[in-house]
């Protein structure tokens, strides 16, 4: 186990690691008033128990699971040795990529990529064994947690992802929500909420989304066109609703955009 020093220039990172480690034969745990940090671990041989909010989760090989600090839980093994690989961490920015993944306070998956991000906490443990500077493990464990946090909803996202491509397809055509819920086979308020439960947005704000980057490129690639005539090509028929729209999401007017990159 390894804790690195955190002071308060060490905290004023987006995130710090708090501490890491590799446990050969796990420990119970209680923990009935949670723990001071964000903590993600996951088992590499034999299995364990996780107990949370009245519920009993099984943790077999393969399996991580994410705990929000100050959630209270407990853990403990099922079939030795229980074998964790555990990191703890915290920082300005932790809760701005907790809501990005919508984690509740608990959390269990079975990653794809095991291998690699295996190999990713292993490069972690080593660095910080030799001390390596915060901004160094910040870096490292950002990447490690993008990628094991990013597998969490890799199964419902995957079907909604030919969805996403049809979208980004079609995008300059009048769709409308029949269209988008046709097309993945569902009724609309059955796919708004698949929505919503991945990609917190609705169909239509990703729709717009699209839309909108699109008309980006254009408007630096493309200066022959005019804004009306780029609002158009990208979908919306109404350029004030499109100057609208894109001011709220850039914070500046097209045209404005297209002088800064231009």
């Known amino acids: 186990m390894y804790f ?16 890491t480690g590799r446990q050969e034969n796990q420990e119970s745990i209680i923990r009935q008033e949670g723990f001071p940090y964000h903590q993600l671990i996951f088992v590499t041989h034999g299995a364990g128990v996780l107990e949370y909010e009245e519920k009993t989760v099984t943790l077999s090989k393969g399996c991580f699971w994410f ?3 100050d959630t209270p839980h407990s853990y403990h093994a099922a079939a030795e040795p229980f074998t964790t690989r555990w990191v703890c961490f915290d920082g300005n920015g932790a809760e701005g990529l907790l809501q990005y993944f919508a984690l509740p306070p608990v959390s ?37 947690l993008m990628d094991a946090l990013s597998e969490k909803n890799a199964a ?50 990703f729709l717009h989304s699209v839309r909108l980057q699109k008309a980006k490129e254009l408007l630096v ?7 009306r005539e780029i609002s158009a090509l990208v979908g919306f028929h109404d350029p004030v609703y499109f100057g609208r729209l894109f001011r709220r999401q850039e914070g500046v007017t097209p045209n404005t955009f297209r002088h800064h990159f231009g």
């Open 4 to 19: 690195p020093m955190v002071g308060e220039q060490e905290k004023i990172l987006p995130l710090y690691l708090a501490g």
């Open 108 to 144: 269990v998956f079975f990653p794809r990529r095991l291998s690699l991000l295996h190999q990713q906490h292993q490069s972690l443990l080593e660095a910080a064994a030799q001390n390596a500077p915060a901004p160094f493990l910040s870096a490292r464990l950002y990447s490690f």
């Open 67 to 69: 705990i929000r600090k």
């Open 221 to 227: 690639i493309r200066k022959d066109l005019t804004v």
């Open 156 to 205: 419902a996202i995957n079907d909604l992802e030919p969805l996403r491509t049809w979208i980004c397809e079609h995008y300059a055509e009048d769709l409308t929500l029949d269209d988008i819920a046709a097309q993945a086979d569902m009724s609309k308020y059955a796919l708004c909420r698949a929505f919503r439960r991945d990609y917190a947005a609705t169909p239509f704000s």
